[in-house]
């Protein structure tokens, strides 16, 4: 294979890496007075790179020899990043401009990242596999703290950094374990070492990788930075860290698993089903008592993914299907409550959090109470609503390989977590209006929530054939 | 034979000496004890015939290290007069410790003569060392098979670089900047003028 077929494959990735270098070097000459200008051109970079997945991008197999597979699986899960990304440079603007913290980097740095995101989704080779995620993380670090005069966003970079770094070190040995146990970094390669004998020495780079992907993915027991990280982070970023980033270690973690430790499955399955456990159960009750939202939406999230786990553990093409799926519907649902959370702003302008603001929202602006309580429906999974689908989808997974007590004990803590949603749907319906929430001034933030609204809605149940059958085929590339 | 016992020796000073830097009440004892598990990595590097990142592990980590520990010395309150107190209680120590390192230096060059540890199972990509120089090998790789991490490693670098400017740099107002290119426009003409003021007039500025 050349380099032009390699190159090819990669071409998402080219066109926003070059992309990125020449907005930083229009950053670096015409200021941040262009921040507007380069925020638009990023996203459509993002549509470009897009459109190149319909490519050999999408569907070309292994490219740079065999560091690098562009299959339908990783071509769904970038989709689904580029529009979390996407997402999150539009919102931007609105939120920083109030604080003339808007800078030009913004941009540039959601799309580095997402360049490692892609990295991540495509890697076939723990190489790949560790600078990928690098790149990532090493922007999210710089994200999360990017309203440098806020003490908590400070906080929250340098948490999540020391944390982060502590997570790439795990990750890092585990990977030098299973390069000195079967002389090789690629999946495949591991895969056959684990197939021919399973020595002690694997399982702990096994152990020792899952556990570095289980803090990306802020699975319990490695879930300790996502409440600070989301709550500190400015509120765009946090939309970006709970929808790209997430998507892409999920990913990541799903072909892990199943391409390079194939032949461990009854090793790791353990692992997943305790992380999977710990993560539903923790993410339902952590929520109970939060007053601040996004905090609350942190324990959401570690809730989701431990749902999405469940996915993971059935360990057929089905059960990756329904953790694509899930993903899929989780970022709209997660995106969508974060764009409201934006729209919380008191009278003079000031964003806030507490949940307490949110009283009585139905009488004060009644479409954005109806929007939250949309969301909040759906992330409960209560049926009409379009979240309720890819929960059924991960039991089902799990009931068809027989694992029905694991399904019922999802079910019963799924149940315990529609209780903190519901409380904001009562705050919001049934309380007495606390205050005035400032009008809404971005309409960019009221299109999006109306799609993600619209997208949750029972007309999504529209949907399920189409993503049943991309997310089928992303899933049947694995195997 | 020479090897296994090389790489224990190596292998449990780094582990120790890791395990020293970490635990050190001091922060210069700290610094100290990363460069020993800098020089100890070296010589496993060494073991396994790889002489070009050994080299590169002691003259790029040693020499980021004296960096590491200006910061340190700068950063820190630290009471010198203190430190230098104990020297004649540390001072055997701190002998014994260079004689270690000392004849670690001459094991490894032992073991470096003896050729280099095959490692088991090991489906490595790269040539066989004693066909190919170290540091050919690692540039073909590099700009090769490995072009797509390597061109990532750095884009790492340059987000790294971004995130300091983004975190760090501020703009300040009020600040005379000079501008080479204005001082060179600018022309005799527009900057003095020729008088010839008329005695006892005194003059016109």
């Known amino acids: 294979m050349s380099y032009i077929d390699s190159f090819a494959l990669s071409l998402p990735e080219i066109i926003l890496s070059f992309g990125a270098i020449v907005l930083m070097l229009a950053a670096a000459w015409m200021g941040d007075k262009a921040s507007k200008a380069i925020s638009w051109v990023s996203v459509l970079l993002l549509a470009g790179a897009g459109l190149a997945l319909l490519g050999p991008a999408g569907s070309g197999g292994l490219g740079y020899d065999g560091l690098y597979v562009a299959d339908p699986f990783a071509a769904f899960a970038k989709l689904l990043i580029y529009v979390g990304a996407a997402v999150a440079i539009l919102v931007a603007p609105g939120f920083f401009n109030r604080d003339g913290e808007m800078r030009a980097e913004y941009p540039v740095l959601i799309l580095l990242s997402a360049v490692g995101m892609g990295t991540m989704v495509s890697a076939v080779d723990l190489l ?7 790149l990532q993380s090493l922007a999210a670090y710089v994200l999360a703290s990017f309203l440098r005069r806020d003490d908590r966003s400070a906080e929250a970079g340098l948490k999540y950094f020391v944390l982060g770094a502590l997570a790439s070190g795990i990750l890092l040995y585990g990977i030098s374990l299973l390069y000195g146990f079967s002389g090789t970094t690629s999946f495949v390669g591991v895969a ?14 096994l152990v020792f990788v899952l556990a570095g992907l289980a803090f990306k993915i802020s699975a319990v027991p490695f879930h300790m930075w996502t409440p600070d990280v989301y709550e500190g982070a400015p509120t765009p970023v946090t939309a970006f860290f709970a929808s790209a980033p997430k998507v892409a270690a999920m990913a990541l973690t799903v072909r892990v698993a199943i391409e390079a430790m194939g032949p461990a499955t009854g090793e790791w399955r353990q692992i997943i089903i305790f992380c999977a456990l710990a993560s539903t159960i923790l993410g339902a009750v952590g929520a109970i008592g939060q007053t601040n939202i996004k905090r609350l939406l942190a324990y959401s999230s570690i809730n989701n993914v431990g749902f999405a786990l469940f996915g993971l553990v059935a360990g057929t093409a089905y059960g990756a299907s329904a953790v694509m799926t899930y993903m899929t519907v989780y970022i709209v649902m997660t995106l969508g409550s974060l ?73 019963a803590t799924s149940v315990i977590g529609a209780f903190y949603y519901l409380k904001i749907v009562k705050t919001i319906y049934f309380d007495e209006p606390a205050g005035v929430l400032a009008p809404s001034r971005s309409m960019i933030e009221g299109v999006l929530i109306a799609l993600a609204a619209l997208f949750v809605s029972p007309l999504g149940y529209l949907m399920i054939g189409p993503l049943g059958r991309i997310t089928q085929t992303a899933a049947n590339a694995l195997f | 034979m020479i090897q296994t016992i090389a790489f224990y020796l190596f292998a449990v000073m780094v582990i120790a000496s890791a395990a020293l830097t970490i635990t050190a ?15 100890n990595a070296a010589g ?47 001072l055997p120590f701190g002998v014994a410790i260079a004689a270690a390192l000392l004849a670690e230096i001459v094991i490894a060059a032992g073991v470096w003569e003896a050729g280099p540890v095959q490692l088991a199972g090991r489906t490595a990509v790269t040539p066989s060392p004693d066909q190919v120089p170290n540091i050919e090998a690692l540039g073909t790789l590099l700009y090769t098979r490995y072009l797509f991490v390597f061109e990532g490693a750095g884009l790492v670098l340059l987000v790294a670089m971004i995130g300091a400017i983004v975190l760090t740099h501020r703009a300040r107002g009020g600040v005379r900047r000079q501008n080479i290119m204005r001082q060179s426009m600018r022309r005799a003409e527009d900057a003095t003028r020729m008088t010839n003021p008329t005695v006892g007039q005194g003059v016109e500025l």
């Open chain 1, 128 to 134: 790949t596999l560790y600078v990928g995620l690098e």
């Open chain 1, 192 to 205: 056959a070492a684990m197939k021919a004998s399973m020595g002690s020495g694997l399982l702990f780079g």
């Open chain 1, 339 to 411: 764009i409201c959370v934006l729209q919380m702003r008191t009278a003079d302008g000031t964003p806030t959090e507490q949940i307490a603001a949110l009283s009585g929202l139905s009488r004060t602006r009644p479409a954005l109470a109806a929007a939250f309580a949309i969301f909040m429906f759906s992330l409960a999974g209560i049926p009409p609503l379009f979240g309720f689908w890819p929960k059924f989808m991960v039991f089902d997974a799990l009931v068809r390989v027989d694992m029905w007590p694991l399904a019922m004990i999802g079910i």
């Open chain 2, 44 to 90: 496993l590097m060494l073991l396994v015939g790889a002489e070009f990142i050994a080299m590169l592990l002691v003259i790029v980590y040693v020499g980021a290290v004296a960096v590491l520990f200006l910061f340190v010395v700068m950063m820190l309150d630290i009471d010198f007069a203190e430190l230098r107190a104990g020297l004649s209680r540390y």
């Open chain 2, 25 to 39: 009440r001091n922060p210069v004892h700290s610094v100290l004890w990363l460069i020993l598990a800098f020089f």
